[in-house]
């Protein structure tokens, strides 16, 4: 029975043995997985951590062009800035001279009118003396006695009609030299 129980020792020994062996092979199986899973997740982590820095290299890149689409834009709207300001000022200019240009020609305006009243005054004026000097004309002219004696001086009234007064004075002259 010592034999036995002996066989039994060892039995239960190599079933422990076994049991514990195939313990240990099973946690360093575990331990195998686990860590070829780690491996894994690490070179995973590796391929995101490089993307990740490609998209942050990338994104600096699309940052610093736009910084420099900004700028350019911000020159830009300065110069539009100037040039609508000095084009504000050359039109308040142009306004000016809109407004000079227009008092300018009321004035000349009225200076036409006020001139075209003087002409048209003038042309009355003037018809009006051609009309005494064609009545001059017409009348006959006094002999030289009468003129010297001093009686044409009066003779046309200023209207152009002769005097009534050296009419009958030259009728009743007539009168005298047909009696003399």
Same mark, same amino acid.
Not at 9 to 38: I, W, Y
Not at 83 to 98: H, I, K, N, P
Not at 147 to 156: M, S
């Given at each position: 029975?010592?034999?036995?129980?002996?066989?039994?020792?060892?039995?239960?020994?190599?079933? $422990?043995?076994?049991? $514990?062996?195939? $313990?240990?092979?099973?946690?360093?199986?575990?331990?195998?997985?686990?860590?070829?899973?780690?491996?894994?997740?690490?070179?995973?982590?590796?391929?995101? &951590? =490089?993307?990740?820095?490609?998209?942050?290299?990338?994104?600096?890149?699309?940052?610093?062009?736009?910084?420099?689409?900004?700028?350019?834009?911000?020159?830009?709207?300065?110069?539009?800035?100037?040039?609508?300001?000095?084009?504000?000022?050359?039109?308040?200019?142009?306004?000016?001279?809109?407004? =000079?240009?227009?008092?300018?020609?009321?004035?000349?305006?009225?200076?036409?009118?006020? &001139?075209?009243?003087?002409?048209?005054?003038?042309?009355?004026?003037?018809?009006?003396?051609?009309?005494?000097?064609?009545?001059?004309?017409?009348?006959?002219?006094?002999?030289?006695?009468?003129? =010297?004696?001093?009686?044409?001086?009066?003779?046309?009234?200023?209207?152009?009609?002769?005097?009534?007064?050296?009419?009958?004075?030259?009728?009743?002259?007539?009168?005298?030299?047909?009696?003399?």
């Amino acid at each position: 029975m010592a034999g036995k129980m002996q066989m039994l020792g060892f039995l239960a020994a190599a079933v $422990c043995t076994l049991a $514990c062996g195939g $313990c240990k092979d099973k946690a360093r199986e575990r331990a195998l997985v686990e860590a070829e899973e780690a491996r894994t997740e690490l070179n995973k982590v590796r391929g995101e &951590l =490089a993307r990740s820095k490609r998209e942050v290299a990338d994104l600096r890149e699309e940052l610093a062009a736009a910084k420099e689409t900004r700028d350019e834009l911000h020159l830009k709207v300065e110069q539009f800035v100037k040039e609508r300001t000095g084009a504000a000022v050359a039109a308040e200019q142009t306004q000016e001279t809109v407004r =000079a240009l227009t008092a300018r020609s009321a004035e000349q305006t009225q200076s036409v009118e006020l &001139l075209q009243k003087e002409v048209k005054q003038l042309r009355a004026l003037v018809a009006e003396q051609q009309a005494t000097i064609a009545e001059l004309q017409k009348t006959p002219q006094m002999p030289a006695g009468t003129a =010297a004696g001093g009686e044409g001086a009066g003779a046309q009234q200023s209207d152009g009609e002769p005097n009534q007064s050296t009419k009958k004075d030259e009728g009743s002259e007539s009168k005298r030299t047909f009696h003399n």
